[in-house]
């Protein structure tokens, strides 16, 4: 019974993920507005242009792997890949500059961090589909 029911839900699961991710990514990027971002320049000292950059990939990316979940076909598919895989690479240098000692503990494995990593890692592979 369980089984009927819920396979007819199947369609709807990525979505579960799918939004969490962007609207997190938006509201992680929004925050860092207005540009440059301060907070960044001042604890990671990056520089303004770069500072700024990251804001806007994370705001862009977030939108975009929303919106690329409508669009049907192969440039869905690209475009869901590609904001993922931008995710992605800021989750990375999130980790190696931001928090390198996390490595080390069992921090890695107990934050949303490493959780917007998977994420985002499912949608590089799968895509749309």
Do not use: C
């Not at 962007?22 to 860092?32: Q, R, T, W």
């Amino acid at each position: 019974m369980m089984e009927n029911l819920f396979s007819k839900l199947n369609f709807i699961a990525p979505w579960f993920l799918r939004l969490g991710l962007g609207v997190a990514f938006i509201i992680h990027g929004y925050f860092k507005f207005p540009l440059p971002p301060a907070g960044l320049i001042e604890y990671f000292g990056l520089s303004p242009l770069l500072s700024s950059v990251v804001a806007i990939s994370e705001v862009g990316s977030g939108i975009l792997l929303i919106i690329s979940g409508f669009i049907k076909g192969p440039i869905g598919n690209f475009l869901t890949r590609l904001s993922a895989f931008t995710i992605t690479i800021i989750m990375i240098n999130v980790f190696a500059i931001g928090h390198p000692d996390w490595f080390f503990t069992t921090k890695l494995f107990t934050s949303e961090q490493i959780f917007l990593f998977l994420i985002s890692l499912y949608f590089v592979i799968k895509g749309n589909n």
